[in-house]
């Protein structure tokens, strides 16, 4: 099944499946997800702060940033989670799936080789998830969630900000390989 998923996207990955994904991920990252951030702080009468945002933090800051919604920011915030909250995970993920194979598929060719590297997004999409289904809970908890509730929701947004950070940087370094090879390869075709 991996060996499965993992060709279909190395096949697609180049220009054209790139354009689309950066069109899809745009749509959901300047127009659709700002919409929650606004719509809460909106009903709530005041800029608040929003979870998915974070880096980490402990149950009271949770309980502190989730008090400041009130009753209606806070099922309205919820509804936002469901639906678009499901759907930009899955925007960037697609994304990053094309320019890491897109980016490693154009390095094979110099013998670069890692198999699967360019699954890698997927650990962002289920660390993204599972940090969803925990705001979630909490957001239609408040305020008797658990502090485990909090922890295990902290955990996924500190893993999935460190994912992102390592895909990113993996991402770099691989653009810059490229560049070397490339660059090396007109030095010794020119000799």
């Not at 980016?103 to 110099?110: A, D, E, Q």
């Not at 500190?158 to 370094?173: C, D, N, P």
Request: net charge positive; with cysteine; charged share 15%.
């Amino acid at each position: 099944m991996l060996q499965k998923i993992a060709g279909f996207f190395w096949r697609i990955a180049g220009f054209k499946a790139f354009i689309g994904a950066l069109i899809i991920y745009l749509v959901f990252a300047a127009y659709v997800m700002p919409k929650g951030p606004q719509m809460i702080q909106q009903i709530s009468g005041k800029k608040v702060e929003i979870l998915d945002l974070q880096f980490t933090y402990t149950p009271e800051r949770a309980r502190a940033i989730l008090g400041e919604y009130g009753v209606l920011a806070r099922w309205e915030a919820a509804s936002f989670e469901l639906w678009a909250d499901t759907l930009y995970p899955l925007a960037y993920t697609f994304l990053f799936l094309i320019i890491m194979g897109w980016l490693f598929k154009s390095l094979s060719v110099y013998g670069v080789r890692i198999r699967y590297i360019h699954l890698l997004p997927f650990l962002v999409l289920i660390a993204d998830y599972c940090e969803n289904a925990c705001i979630i809970t909490m957001l239609k908890s408040y305020p008797d969630f658990s502090d485990n509730l909090a922890l295990a929701s902290s955990f996924f947004t500190s893993l999935k900000w460190s994912l992102l950070a390592l895909i990113t940087f993996i991402i770099g370094a691989g653009i810059w390989l490229l560049t070397f090879y490339k660059m090396t390869r007109g030095k010794v075709a020119a000799k």
